[in-house]
């Protein structure tokens, strides 16, 4: 279990079927997007290090936000992850509420698994 919510409100921080990864959405309490970002990014990094998968593997991220604007500054922040050109298939959305109110931005991955 990687968060206590994961028994509280039932559901698993990663599920692995075949070769697909799929890591839930991962949110942050950090006080700023920015840092929310970085963080959101370090743990997914953090997870999918210890399946032995690296950003790399990411296929799929859907990333949800409740300031869509203040997110598409932040490309910069996103790509220092993802080697050049080597960028997930991605779907960005806004939302009004995310689970926690401190909570700006979510973003949950699939990952492939050779």
Do not use: C
Not at 2 to 24: C, D, R
Not at 52 to 74: C, H, P, R, W
Request: charged fraction near 25%; charge should be negative.
């Amino acid at each position: 279990m990687y968060n206590p919510w994961e028994a509280e409100i039932g559901y698993s921080q990663v599920v692995i079927a075949g070769n697909n990864v799929y890591l839930s959405g991962i949110a942050s309490d950090k006080a700023t997007l920015e840092e929310q970002v970085r963080e959101i990014y370090t743990l997914i990094q953090n997870t999918l290090k210890d399946n032995n998968l690296g950003m790399e593997s990411i296929v799929k991220q859907v990333i949800y936000t409740t300031d869509i604007e203040a997110f598409k500054k932040l490309g910069k922040v996103r790509k220092e992850k993802f080697k050049e050109g080597q960028y997930p298939s991605s779907t960005l959305v806004e939302v009004q509420r995310l689970y926690s109110p401190n909570h700006m931005i979510e973003i949950e991955v699939v990952a492939f698994k050779e």
